[in-house]
C-alpha cells in the first residue's frame, strides 16, 4: 500500500511531466507550458489575480538559473512555497476559530 507522502509525489512528479516537453526541453517547462499548467491546476488562482503578467513574474521568479525556463527543481520551490501558505491559512483559521466570542462551524 502506497503512503499518502509516496501518492503526492508521484502525483507532483506527473503533474509536472504532463505539461512539460510539448515544446522544446522535455524535461522544463516553457513559458506557455507554465502558463497552461497555472491555468489547468491554479485556474482559480490565476482568475483572482487581476495582472495579466502573472505567468510571466511567477516564471522570472521562479527561474533561477535564467533559461527561460522552469525545471523541476524551480517548480518544487513553487509547490513549497504555496503549500506553506496554504498551511499558514489553515493555522490561522484555525486559530481564529477557537479565540474567544468567534463563531464556531
Known amino acids: 500500500m502506497t503512503s499518502q ?3 503526492a509525489i508521484e502525483g507532483l512528479v506527473n503533474v509536472f511531466h504532463s505539461y512539460s516537453g510539448k515544446e522544446g526541453d522535455k524535461y522544463k517547462l516553457s ?3 507554465l ?3 497555472f491555468q ?3 485556474g ?3 482568475g483572482a489575480s487581476n495582472d495579466p503578467c502573472v505567468v510571466e513574474k511567477m516564471l522570472a521568479d521562479l527561474d ?3 533559461d527561460g525556463e522552469v525545471d523541476f527543481q ?3 520551490i513553487l509547490v513549497a512555497a504555496l ?3 496554504c498551511n499558514e491559512f489553515f493555522i490561522e483559521l484555525h486559530e481564529s476559530k477557537e479565540q474567544p466570542g468567534s463563531k464556531k462551524d
Do not use: P, S
Request: without cysteine; glycine residues 4%; proline residues 0%.
Open 5 to 7: 507522502l509516496q501518492t
Open 31 to 33: 513559458n506557455l507550458e
Open 35 to 37: 502558463k497552461n499548467l
Open 40 to 42: 489547468g491546476e491554479f
Open 44 to 46: 482559480d488562482f490565476l
Open 64 to 66: 533561477e538559473n535564467k
Open 74 to 76: 524551480e517548480f518544487v
Open 83 to 85: 503549500t506553506v501558505a
